[in-house]
């Protein structure tokens, strides 16, 4: 992991914690339940807007936000 943190741009060395990573979920099926129990449900989708006139949505076509906005085709 340390050659990983040292040099983030290194592909070997991020391929090598990957796979450090998936012997050690293979190795330990708790650690899987319990990493997995805290992700979203498969296809779970949370959208969320802050702060004044912000706009979010799963999928979107036209938004328009702001005053004496004027929309031509």
Do not use: C, F
Request: charged share 25%; aromatic share 0%.
């Amino acid at each position: 992991m340390r050659e990983a943190v040292e040099e983030p741009e290194d592909s070997d060395a991020a391929a090598a914690l990957r796979q450090q990573i998936k012997r050690t979920l293979k190795d330990d099926p708790q650690l899987l339940a319990e990493l997995a129990a805290q992700l979203p449900p498969i296809g779970a989708v949370t959208i969320t807007a802050s702060g004044e006139r912000s706009i979010a949505a799963q999928a979107i076509g036209t938004a328009v936000t702001g005053d004496n906005t004027t929309i031509r085709p």
